[in-house]
T-cell receptor, first 115, second 118 residues
């Protein structure tokens, strides 16, 4: 069965600190997608990134970076120089490449950036 | 309007009421989804539609009845709900599977409807 674990329920840091959100997944599929979503207080999930399982290159987008390690089944997300606007709940998700494209979400990590 | 919109944003209903949630996507997608997000559970997929056809029903009770008249609109009809059905109901859309390989399959979400059943 597919499973996503975000062990950190809540993280609180002071603005400008770097913070890493952990994501560990389980799947028997040989190919799959991994995603990160951000859910601000408004409720809407905002798509951040999609990774294919066959592409292990790390990715950087501004202050955001993602570290995908297939050997440890992890897809961690780092925010550099955090800002108050980064405060949100962040979800990691695992998705099928074929079929109904069901997403399995982790429990989410509530990130609070304090000024 | 852009992206995925949902109405109403908030809904309070009694256990004997009938109401409907509406979702509309303006992204040219062909797959639409309903999710339930409650306080102490991860996001739960409820239904999936591809090209207006239901392709997934994740063991959802019959008091939730989805309807997809076209690829841009999705409804969730509610009747005789229970207090434990109170949650945030999120709609999402994406490319359908046969298009995803070339166009990507990330799902785009609406703002959700906060439902309270009294």
């Amino acid at each position: 069965a597919q499973k996503v674990t975000q062990a950190q329920t809540e993280i609180s840091v002071v603005e400008k600190e770097d913070v890493t959100l952990d994501c560990v997944y389980e799947t028997r599929d040989t190919t799959y997608y991994l995603f990160w979503y951000k859910q601000p207080p408004s409720g809407e999930l905002v798509f951040l990134i999609r990774r294919n399982s066959f592409d292990e290159q790390n990715e950087i987008s501004g202050r955001y970076s993602w570290n995908f390690q297939k050997s440890t089944s992890s897809f961690n997300f780092t925010i550099t120089a955090s800002q108050v606007v980064d405060s949100a709940v962040y979800f990691c998700a695992l998705g099928e490449i074929q079929g109904a494209q069901k997403l399995v979400f982790g429990q989410g990590t509530r990130l609070t950036i304090n000024p | 309007e852009t992206g995925v919109t949902q109405t109403p944003r908030h809904l309070v209903m009694g256990m004997t009421n009938k109401k409907s949630l509406k979702c509309e996507q303006h992204l040219g997608h062909n797959a639409m989804y309903w999710y339930k997000q409650s306080a102490k559970k991860p996001l739960e997929l409820m239904f999936v539609y591809n090209f207006k056809e239901q392709t997934e029903n994740n063991s959802v009770p019959s008091r939730f009845s989805p309807e997809c008249p076209n690829s841009s609109h999705l409804f969730l009809h509610l009747h005789t709900l229970q207090p434990e059905d109170s949650a945030l109901y999120l709609c999402a859309s994406s490319q359908a599977p046969r298009l995803a390989a070339s166009r990507g399959n990330e799902q785009y979400f609406g703002p959700g409807t906060r439902l309270t059943v009294t």
